[in-house]
């Protein structure tokens, strides 16, 4: 859920449950600017349903050019007991219309294995 509170701030709700065993909802507020065409959104989530820290996030959407963006998100978890880095960067070429291949890094604490790569499909309805 998302509630605008002026054109550049939101109060966001988010919801967060990868493996349907341990959902969590955060509440907070996020900044969205644009620069030279480039998407950049800090977030912060001082709420958790958990009662068990925060969550500070940077996004940032880049174009290339017309087919061609570079996008990702970098995400400090700050609980009670430690403090936990999740990040993807990702390429896509928008090959046609509302449809992209991509490649993408990942970085996740909470996994055994740390660090992903992938490479898909997207589309956009």
Known sequence: LIYNVSPKITLQTEYNDSDLSNALVRYGISYTQIV???????????????????????????????????????????????????SEYE???????????????RYNDYMSDKEGLAIGLRTAL
Do not use: C, M, W
């Not at 996004?59 to 999740?86: C, M, R």
């Not at 390429?91 to 890094?105: G, R, T, V």
């Open 36 to 86: 030279h065409k480039q998407l950049i959104q800090v977030r912060y989530f001082p709420l958790e349903s958990d009662n068990d820290g925060y969550q500070i996030s940077l996004f940032t959407k880049h174009p290339i050019n017309d087919k061609l963006i570079v996008s990702g998100f970098y995400d400090i978890n700050q609980s009670d007991s430690n403090t936990a880095i999740v």
């Open 91 to 105: 390429l896509s070429y928008e090959f046609k219309k509302n449809k992209y291949a991509l490649i993408e890094y």
